[in-house]
Every structure is written in C-alpha cells, then in structure tokens.
C-alpha cells in the first residue's frame, strides 16, 4: 500500500492550492484520511481529517480557508487551501487508515509529505 501525494508548491499570501493524495496497492477498506503539515521546529499537526461516511473536523488555524474532501471511488483525498496565509508554509502530510487485503486489521499510512510555501 502506498500513498502519493502531489500538488504542493510556492504561492503568494492570498492564494490557492490544491493538494491531492491517491492510495494504492491491495487496499479493502479505507476509514479516515487526512492531512497534516509540519512546519521547522515544529510538531506535526492536524490541517484536516475525513471519514468514510464524509465527516469533517479541522484545524482552528484553518476552518473557513481549507476544505477536504474525497473520492472514495479513487482512493483519493483532496485538501483545497485557500486565502493562505504566510504561517501556513509547511510540509504537508497525507495519512489514511486502511485494511488491506488478507487482513481484519486497520493500520496507518503516510504518504511522502508535500512542500507547501506562502510568500508575504
């Protein structure tokens, strides 16, 4: 199983981006995907998550400016940032728990994480 993450980039304060991260591989099922990000020196942190069935929780930094969603038929989460704020550069993360094929278990992957850059 692996997750592929894309769609990071620089962009001035008040911009846009749209992050995508598709998972593959022997997947069953997959429960709640989500998004972090890590700035330097800091811990990393939720941006947003989502459940199979489409609930949301996210961030206080970014409620009202960011909106996940997914495409369950992709395997397929989206994290669509908006109104950015320089605070926001970091490296964004994307994870999901999945049950793979052969087993009852769920475990958490990580996709490779994604450069995002607010210039003021």
């Known amino acids: 199983v692996q997750l592929q993450a894309s769609g990071g980039g620089l962009v001035q304060a008040g911009g846009s981006l749209r992050l995508s991260c598709a998972a593959s591989?022997?997947?069953?099922?997959?429960?709640?995907m989500g998004w972090y990000r890590q700035a330097p020196g800091k811990q990393r942190e939720l941006v947003a998550a989502i459940t199979s069935g489409g609930s949301t929780n996210y961030a206080d930094s970014v409620k009202g400016r960011f909106t996940i969603s997914r495409d369950n038929a992709k395997n397929t989460v989206y994290l669509q940032m908006n109104s950015l704020k320089p605070e926001d550069t970091a490296v964004y993360y994307c994870k999901a728990e999945i049950r793979r094929v052969g087993t009852y278990e769920w475990y958490a992957y990580w996709g490779q994480g994604t450069q995002v850059t607010v210039s003021s």
């Open positions: 591989g022997s997947i069953v099922s997959i429960n709640t």
